[in-house]
């Protein structure tokens, strides 16, 4: 059996290890509780899926594209296709660094596509939908 000096808080304890990996803990003043044997942590997988490819839009002459700023994940689309939108005017959401960024309209218009889905990833860049 081992003996270890653990330090919880600012408290100090006495940890006794046996061989069948079971721990007990002595707090001051000398009280015991048996502590259960750590379980190791899950595996991790064996490769994260590929993000799919950026699909690339098509601009016509007079159109505006709304354009990813960072690298990201959609998650609100506050517009559709065919709704009017002012200048400034929030689109949809990005998270990019645990922050949610609302993407505007660079112009007024009517939204010709969204070209993204609540979920998906994005790249600096990518075209995230198209003012007419």
Known sequence: MRKFKVNVNGTTYTVE??????????APPAATTPVAAPTPPPAAPASPAAAPAAVQVEVSAGETPVSAPMPGKITKILKQA??????????LTLE???MQNEIGAPVAGIIKS???????????????????
């Not at 290890?17 to 002595?26: A, P, Q």
């Not at 065919?82 to 689109?91: L, T």
């Not at 969204?114 to 007419?132: F, M, R, S, Y």
């Open 17 to 26: 290890v046996s061989e069948e990996s079971v721990l007990t803990v002595s």
């Open 82 to 91: 065919g709704d009017q939108v002012a200048k400034g005017e929030c689109i």
């Open 96 to 98: 990019a660094m645990k």
């Open 114 to 132: 969204v070209n993204v889905n609540k979920g998906d990833g994005v790249k600096p860049g990518q075209t995230l939908a198209v003012i007419a």
